[in-house]
């Protein structure tokens, strides 16, 4: 990750890697094992994250995610969109891999985007394990969203959802 562009130290990097990626297991672990989906899992948790299938087609969403959409990250025609060229081709490389079987280290790295006078957003890619359902479609990987920064207006932690 590139630490001086986000001003992260190693550990910070490492917390915040850590952090998600247990998470992520926690709401994969849970849809496979019945019960509820892997999606809805990670909507109670309030991880902003994009459940996508084998094709890299967006299956699900959560609803913080649905929060931090605009113009620069967004859905468009079933496929996570980046207005950032740059994160766009790392994303579409990383996606591209998702498709091979042979994991390479590019699925690991996180995905900068920058936004018009907005804060940055991490998105990290998580190939499941294990393949969970969701209700009719095979999940293939979990896209989360990190903002870096305060959540926005819109988009606040209540006391009584938790």
């Given at each position: 990750?590139?630490?001086?562009?986000?001003?992260?130290?190693?550990?910070?990097?490492?917390?915040?890697?850590?952090?998600t990626?247990?998470?992520v297991?926690?709401?994969?672990?849970?849809?496979?094992?019945?019960?509820s989906?892997?999606?809805?899992?990670?909507?109670?948790?309030?991880?902003?994250a994009?459940?996508l299938d084998r094709r890299g087609?967006v299956?699900?969403?959560?609803?913080?995610a649905?929060?931090l959409?605009?113009?620069d990250?967004k859905?468009k025609?079933?496929?996570?969109?980046?207005?950032d060229?740059?994160?766009?081709?790392?994303l579409k490389a990383?996606l591209?891999?998702?498709?091979?079987p042979?994991?390479?280290?590019?699925?690991?790295?996180?995905?900068?985007?920058?936004?018009?006078?907005k804060?940055?957003?991490i998105?990290?890619?998580?190939?499941l394990?294990?393949?969970?359902?969701?209700s009719?479609q095979?999940?293939?990987?979990?896209?989360?969203?990190n903002?870096l920064?305060p959540p926005?207006?819109?988009?606040?932690?209540?006391?009584?959802?938790i």
């Open positions: 990750m590139s630490s001086d562009i986000l001003q992260l130290g190693p550990e910070e990097e490492h917390i915040l890697t850590s952090f990626r247990r998470l297991k926690i709401a994969a672990d849970a849809g496979t094992h019945g019960g989906s892997t999606v809805d899992v990670l909507n109670t948790m309030l991880l902003p994009i459940a087609f299956a699900e969403v959560t609803a913080a649905d929060a959409f605009d113009d990250i859905i025609a079933k496929r996570l969109f980046v207005r060229l740059k994160a766009r081709a790392l990383s591209d891999e998702l498709a091979t042979v994991k390479s280290l590019l699925n690991d790295l996180p995905i900068i985007v920058q936004r018009r006078d804060l940055l957003v998105l990290r890619i998580w190939p394990e294990r393949v969970a359902h969701s009719e095979e999940l293939q990987a979990l896209v989360t969203l903002l920064g926005p207006q819109d988009f606040r932690l209540r006391r009584d959802r």
